[in-house]
C-alpha cells in the first residue's frame, strides 16, 4: 500500500527539525564552551598556553629534527586543549621557575611539566589536576658497585639532580640524616643533571621513573637501575592558579573526557609510559 501524501510530508518536516534542533543544540555547546574558554582570564584568546620545561624525555624535549616540543605531557596537553575548544600552545622554562612564573607574572595558563602534585607546592598558590602516578629512580654504570633503591642509599656517593625537583628535596631529606654526606650536584635542568653524569662528574643520577627508563633503554650497555624504583605515592598534575578556579574545572573535566574517550592511554602508550596510568 503507498503511504499517505500527507503523512510522509509530516514525517519528512519532523526529521528535519530534529536534525536542524540536533545540530543547533552542538553548535550552542561548541559555542557554550569557547565561550567559556574565553571567560576564563587566558593570556591569549583561543589558546591556551602550557609552562614546561622540555629537558625531560619521553615526557617533554625538543624534537631535534623538528624544533618542536614533543612528548606525553604534550600530547595529553593537545587533547585536552582541543576538548576545550582551544589550540594547546608550550612555553619553554626551566623547571626551578615554573611556579613562581605562574603564580607572578603569568606568562601561561598553566603547568605541564611531570610536576608532582605536593602539600608544599599547594602552598604556594597552585591546584592540580592529577594525571599520571610519580615515580623516581636512579641510574648508575652497570659496571658500578654502587646498588641503592632510595637515597639514604647514596649515602657517601655523589648524584646529579635538576634542582626545584621532588628528587632534589629527597636527596636532601636523606643527606641530613647520612653520616657520610650525599655530594649532590644540582642543575637548572634535567638535561643537563644527566650529562653530568653521562661525563663521569658523578657516580649516579636520578630523576623521574619514565625518564631513567629512556636512558637506560638507549645505552643498556653503560647505564642500570640503581635498584628498586622509589615510589613517591604522588602524583603528577596539571597545575594552574589556585584563584583560577573555572580554568582548573575546565581542565579537570576535559581530562576527564581525553581519559573516558581513550585518547589518555593511547598518548601514554606511544610513549611507553602507560605503566604509570591513574
Known amino acids: 500500500m503507498r503511504p499517505h501524501l500527507a503523512r510522509v510530508l509530516f514525517v519528512a518536516v519532523s526529521l528535519c527539525a530534529v536534525l536542524a534542533a540536533s545540530s543547533a543544540t552542538a553548535a550552542t555547546s561548541l559555542a ?15 589558546e591556551l598556553i602550557f609552562g ?31 576538548e576545550m575548544g582551544l589550540k594547546a600552545v608550550f612555553q619553554n622554562v626551566t623547571f626551578d621557575i615554573l611556579i613562581t612564573e605562574l603564580t607572578g607574572r603569568h606568562p601561561f595558563d598553566a603547568i605541564i611539566s611531570s610536576m608532582n602534585d605536593t602539600p608544599s607546592r599547594r602552598k604556594l598558590g597552585v591546584s592540580f589536576v592529577d594525571y599520571l602516578k610519580a615515580v623516581e629512580a636512579i641510574v648508575v654504570l652497570k659496571s658500578g658497585e654502587l646498588h641503592a633503591s632510595s637515597y639514604s642509599g647514596i649515602c657517601g656517593w655523589s648524584i646529579s639532580v635538576e634542582s626545584g625537583t621532588t628528587e632534589e628535596a629527597g636527596l636532601k631529606a636523606a643527606n641530613a640524616k647520612c653520616k657520610n654526606k650525599i ?22 643520577y636520578t630523576t623521574d621513573y619514565p625518564v631513567a627508563a629512556k636512558y637506560v633503554k638507549n645505552h643498556g650497555t653503560l647505564y642500570r637501575l640503581a635498584g628498586e624504583v622509589i615510589k613517591t605515592g604522588q602524583f603528577y598534575g596539571i597545575g594552574t592558579k589556585k584563584s583560577d578556579k573555572s580554568l582548573h574545572n575546565a581542565i579537570a573535566a576535559a581530562f576527564a573526557e581525553v581519559k573516558k574517550s581513550g585518547q589518555y592511554l593511547k598518548i601514554l602508550t606511544a610513549w611507553g609510559v602507560q605503566g604509570g596510568a591513574i
Open 52 to 82: 614546561t620545561d622540555a629537558t625531560y624525555p619521553p615526557m617533554e624535549s625538543i624534537n631535534s629534527n623538528t624544533d618542536q616540543i614533543v612528548g606525553a605531557d604534550i600530547g595529553l596537553g593537545k587533547a585536552i586543549a582541543k
Open 32 to 46: 557554550s564552551a569557547r565561550t567559556a574558554s574565553a571567560n576564563m582570564g587566558l593570556v591569549h584568546k583561543g
Open 183 to 204: 655530594n649532590i650536584a644540582e642543575f637548572s635542568t634535567d638535561t643537563a643533571a644527566y650529562e653530568d653524569f653521562a661525563s663521569h662528574h658523578v657516580e649516579a
